[in-house]
């Protein structure tokens, strides 16, 4: 994928998976999206891929939610950018405790989406060790 940062988007709505994607494309990211969160787990775990951040609607098809495929690739990094795209309330997202994350409501503009990757990217402290 050329030297450009890679990102997962996870979205089951065709449509609005095909908008992320042309967003962050036209942005300079190289982007690969899947519909649900077990097949977003497939690609972040095991996949050949190495992301630099995770774009994911909350309520996906299948039986992870956006909440789980983040708190899993969190337990392999902790700071790992996440970027949730729904239309649920800001209440739900400050509840499930996810630092280093931006909350982006629907509808939403690719403005938006491409500051939210960007600023989470480049303001990612390294662990400390």
């Known amino acids: 994928m050329s030297g450009r940062r890679s990102v997962l988007v996870v979205e089951d709505e065709y449509f609005l998976q095909a908008d992320l994607e042309k967003a962050l494309t036209d942005a300079g990211f190289a982007v690969e999206s899947v519909a649900s969160g077990e097949d ?12 630099a951040a995770l774009v994911t609607d909350v309520r996906l098809r299948g039986t992870l939610t956006g909440w789980d495929v983040a708190r899993r690739i969190r337990e392999r990094d902790p700071l790992f950018p996440v970027v949730y795209v729904t ?4 209440e739900e997202w ?23 990757v960007a600023t989470l990217l480049n303001h990612r402290t390294p662990p400390t060790v």
């Open 40 to 51: 977003a787990l497939a690609l972040l775990i095991g996949g050949n891929t190495t992301y």
């Open 94 to 116: 400050a509840s499930q405790r996810v630092p280093n994350s931006i909350l982006v409501s629907k509808p939403l503009g690719a403005a938006r989406l491409v500051a939210a």
């Open 87 to 90: 239309g649920s309330s800001a």
